[in-house]
């Protein structure tokens, strides 16, 4: 049974960092597309990062490149969303998500995803 668990949610200052993990069971393959997505109140789910695991193909949406980083502990099963220089507007709920099995794929895309963790809260202050 695939299961997918988030955690290292928390609140913060603007200008902040935070650490979000996700930790995966129940894959078949070592290699997997995962990603993270983020929902606000009253506003789609979008997608902020994601990673093809093991083969190092990351993507980003252009809201967050060079202030999150995406990686991997393959060994682990375990993916991480650095999150730095935090901003009110990133203020969400958090979504670890996979796609399996891993085919053609569009990475920030929420309808190509079909295994979801039940998210952690990121809340960011002015």
């Known amino acids: 049974q695939v299961q997918l668990v988030e955690s290292g949610g928390g609140s913060v200052q603007a200008g902040g960092s935070l650490r979000l993990s996700c930790a995966a069971s129940?894959?078949?393959?070592?290699?997997?597309?995962m990603g993270w997505f983020r929902q606000a109140p009253g506003k789609e789910r979008e997608g902020v990062a994601a990673?093809?695991?093991?083969?190092?193909?990351?993507h980003y949406a252009d809201s967050v490149k060079g202030r999150f980083t995406i990686s991997e502990d393959n060994a682990k099963l375990t993916v991480y969303l650095q999150m730095n220089n935090l901003k009110p507007e990133d203020t969400a709920m958090y979504y670890c998500?996979?796609?399996?099995?891993?085919?053609?794929?569009?990475?920030?895309?929420?309808?190509?995803?079909?295994?979801w963790g039940q998210g952690t809260q990121v809340t960011v202050s002015s």
């Open positions: 990673i093809y695991t093991g083969g190092g193909n990351i």
């Open positions: 129940g894959f078949t393959y070592r290699t997997n597309c």
């Open positions: 998500a996979a796609v399996l099995p891993c085919g053609s794929w569009y990475p920030l895309a929420v309808e190509d995803y079909n295994y």
